[in-house]
Nanobody
Framework: QVQLVESGGGLVQPGGSLRLSCAASGSIFRINIMGWYRQAPGKQRELVAA???????NYADSVKGRFTITRDNGKNTVYLQMNSLKPEDTAVYYC?????????WGQGTQVTVSS
């Protein structure tokens, strides 16, 4: 079992930046992939970015060049640096960790991009 706690969401103006953090605890030695998903009202949850334990990354096309995912294995934490934010980035952002094929989820953090 893995517990995930997100932080860093909030309200930001278009063009601004935010950094999300997700701290993992529990059976962390079993984590291979960590990532961020988001869900906007009325839409399905979608992958934003993911990183493997070896540091390989994957991004949604809509965030490439604007968002950066990093992982600190020593702190069992994954970060999502979000720059040049747009109103369409508004959503609840969820941290995700895959352990033995099982998906673990955080409680979510709201990101609102609005002037």
């Amino acid at each position: 079992q893995v517990q995930l706690v997100e932080s860093g969401g909030g309200l930001v103006q278009p063009g601004g930046s935010l950094r999300l953090s997700c701290a993992a605890s529990g059976s962390i030695f079993r984590i291979n992939i960590m990532g961020w998903y988001r869900q906007a009202p009325g839409k399905q949850r979608e992958l934003v970015a993911a990183v493997t334990s070896a540091g390989f990354t994957n991004y949604a096309d809509s965030v490439k060049g604007r968002f950066t995912i990093t992982r600190d294995n020593g702190k069992n934490t994954v970060y999502l640096q979000m720059n040049s934010l747009k109103p369409e980035d508004t959503a609840v952002y969820y941290c995700n960790a895959i352990t033995g094929g099982v998906a673990n989820w955080g409680q979510g953090t709201q990101v609102t991009v609005s002037s």
